[in-house]
């Protein structure tokens, strides 16, 4: 069972996400602040998965750069995913060095294999 973090305030994709995981026995928190990813990392506690919806989160891409990196150093998974028509979007999260940056509907096909 796998446990991940989703940034992200879009209901109807958080649901999906929520779907997902528990079709392969994990389960998804969801964040919507820097303060409560902290939280949620802690509550994890081992390496998981942290997905990042590049334009429904209501943190800045900019100040999730210093925390996304040391997770990253710490062991964790980052995915980030954008619309494909906001190519702009991912191009900015690769080049901060956002994890691994997606369109969303590739991040929906790779989903199940975070958990």
Known sequence: ?????????DLMFI??????????????KVVRSLEA???????????G??????EKSRISIDSLVEPISRLTQAGWKVVSFF????EEVGA????????E???RSKFVRVLPALF
């Open 15 to 28: 649901s999906k996400v929520k779907e997902v995981a528990a079709a392969s026995h994990g389960e998804v």
């Open 101 to 103: 940056v997606m369109p």
């Open 37 to 47: 990813l902290k939280g949620a990392v802690a509550d994890v506690g081992s390496p």
């Open 83 to 86: 619309s494909h028509v906001h």
């Open 1 to 9: 069972m796998g446990v991940g973090i989703l940034i992200s305030s």
């Open 49 to 54: 998965a942290i997905m990042i919806d590049l």
């Open 92 to 99: 900015e999260a690769s080049r901060l060095g956002l994890g």
